[in-house]
């Protein structure tokens, strides 16, 4: 049991809201939590995520550590 005056207030069916609409229900220290990102809606979760290869930085690197066959073409790659 906790120490009583010390803890704050608990909150076991604190709702998420993520763009308006509920998304889950935890415990928390406040009764509603809003948040823009969630497990839901993240591109890691979701498998929408994309590697952006900006100046060629990712294709540098597969060549600097040898994970590009050097004998493939540029319209392989394509």
Request: glycine share 8%.
């Amino acid at each position: 049991m906790p120490k009583p005056d010390i803890h704050p207030k608990w909150y076991p069916e604190a709702k998420v809201y993520c763009n308006g609409e509920v998304v889950m229900t935890i415990g928390s220290t406040k009764p509603q939590l809003n948040v823009d990102v969630w497990s839901g809606n993240h591109p890691f979760f979701t498998g929408t995520q994309k590697i952006i290869d900006t100046e060629g930085r990712v294709e540098r690197f597969m060549r600097k550590y040898g994970m590009v066959d050097e004998t493939a073409t540029a319209d392989d790659k394509k």
